[in-house]
């Protein structure tokens, strides 16, 4: 669970997510007002997490072809402010809504992105946008699936960040994102994270 500080931090971050996510659905016309506190009451009894299992080669090194489980903190309202360059994101491909994919935040709006083709030009992410990368780099663009194909990526698009990977009983540990992503998410890993659930399922 952590000292009384860290769980107070975890409170905090849960709070936050939950008026973020109960404003959202209010905005859509999912819930009517008298529903917020019903609404934002739910959201506190859940997790902030939730666990995947992917498959690939996209981000070898880091995690392994044959698959590996992953620990997501959702993000529901992704910005310049909750998302870091560095940082292991599980977004919505899009080109298909439906498929999750897993890759590296290398750069975020404002940020000048330059080619190595002498024939294009550079040109800055616009705001609400980053470009995303795959962590293996002897596969082509067209094989990674990243923002080299698909351009640059709306922040929208970024469901959750991964904080923990399990291989297998005696392969598992944290997720190296950005310092930033690491200090807030630490709170949350203290409060959530279950090894041995996550190592019984790898």
């Known amino acids: ?86 940082d292991v994101v599980m977004l919505k491909d899009p080109e298909n809504s439906e498929k999750e994919l897993v890759r590296r935040v290398a750069a ?26 795959c962590d293996n780099e002897s596969l082509s663009p067209k094989e990674a699936l990243d923002s080299r194909t698909f351009g640059p990526l709306p922040l929208s698009n970024i469901v959750g960040r991964a904080i923990y990977c399990s291989r297998s009983r005696s392969e598992h540990g944290f997720v190296q994102n950005s310092d930033e992503a690491m200090h807030d998410d630490s709170a949350v890993l203290a409060v959530e994270l279950d090894v041995e659930e996550m190592t019984s399922q790898s």
């Not at 931090?9 to 905005?27: D, G, M, N, Q, W």
């Not at 975020?108 to 946008?129: A, I, Q, R």
């Open 1 to 86: 669970m952590g000292s009384p500080i860290t769980y107070f931090r975890y409170l905090l971050t849960k709070i936050r997510a939950s008026f973020v996510l109960t404003y959202r659905s209010y905005e859509l016309g999912n819930i009517k007002e008298e529903q917020i506190y019903d609404h934002v009451a739910k959201i506190m009894e859940g997790k902030l997490t939730f666990k995947r299992l992917i498959k690939g080669s996209e981000m070898t090194p880091t995690f392994a072809s044959q698959g590996e489980t992953l620990l997501i903190r959702s993000l529901p309202r992704p910005s310049a402010r909750s998302v870091f360059v560095g």
């Open 108 to 133: 975020l709006e404002g940020d000048e992105m330059l080619s190595s083709k002498e024939d294009e030009t550079s040109f800055k992410l616009k705001p609400g946008t980053c470009w995303v990368l």
